[in-house]
């Protein structure tokens, strides 16, 4: 007789910063959400699928809990609060080494009872074993916490107890996806993703917070080549020449670090042209937030 399959969703929450993303992508084996220092760099709901023997899981990643200041910022918190809906447990990403903030502990007053919640405590690999123990010690006395598993993204550490942990939370049901299939993201989608990555890693200052990637050309050609045309998109002329660097230093930069994460997504050479356009407080225009993949519509109340 069949041994019964386990099936189910898990949305990882955390604040930002905590290393939501690089653990996602560490426990799906694939680069499934772009990853930078800053926070907020996860902006919509990412899928993620991994599975094992009898079981399967779709990982949902949200951008990290923050304080909406802005139209985007109020999508963002509302794809967080509609992942959290509809989900089979939670996988709570809290960073060692800054420790537990207000805000953690929010979450678990307001969510205590709703889902089963398993905290990862991330970055294991930069705190000491006092400080470890002092935040451990802390999130066991929370409510509505079923398990603490420390882990570190970065090495790999423990993220096989991590799995472990989630798999006994899951529902009995048939897998979803595809044994191959490790996101429900389109190749644009992560195409405009792996642009915005790199501009992430190469700007400062407030420049990437106003910052967005359009995809206005995603082709491949009868000899195997893929031809890609995207735009960065920033809020002022003076974040443009920022973007573009002296004699466009820049940008040559993002489209070569771009290019080369986007020839191992597509497995095939890539042609990429970027350009530089300003949308004036794109962040609070609906439409430009369309354009630019973040639809409100999208989300459900």
Known sequence: MDKTHKFGFICIAGLPNAGKSSLINALVGEKVAIVSWRPQTTRNRILGVT????????????????GAR?????????????????????MYVVDSARGLRDEDRAFFEANAGKHPIVVAVNK????????LFAVLSEINSL????????VSAKRGDN?????????????????MFPEDMYTDSTLRFMAAEIVREKALYLLDKEVPYGIGVYIQKFEFRQDGICDILADIVCEKQSHKAIVIGKGGATLKKIGEAARRDLEKLVDAKVYLELYVRVKAEWRDSEYLMRE???DPKDIKD
């Open 159 to 175: 993220l096989d107890t991590l799995k472990d942990e989630l798999v006994k939370l899951l529902p009995e049901g048939a897998p």
């Open 292 to 294: 630019l993949g973040y």
């Open 51 to 66: 599975g094992g023997e009898g079981w399967q899981m779709a990982f949902i990643d949200t951008p990290g809990i923050h």
């Open 124 to 131: 294991l690999d930069a705190v000491t074993q006092p400080t």
């Open 143 to 150: 409510p509505g916490v079923t398990a603490v598993v420390p």
């Open 70 to 90: 802005n139209k985007l910022g109020e999508y963002m918190m509302k794809s967080v609060e509609g992942a959290l809906r509809d989900v089979d447990a939670v």
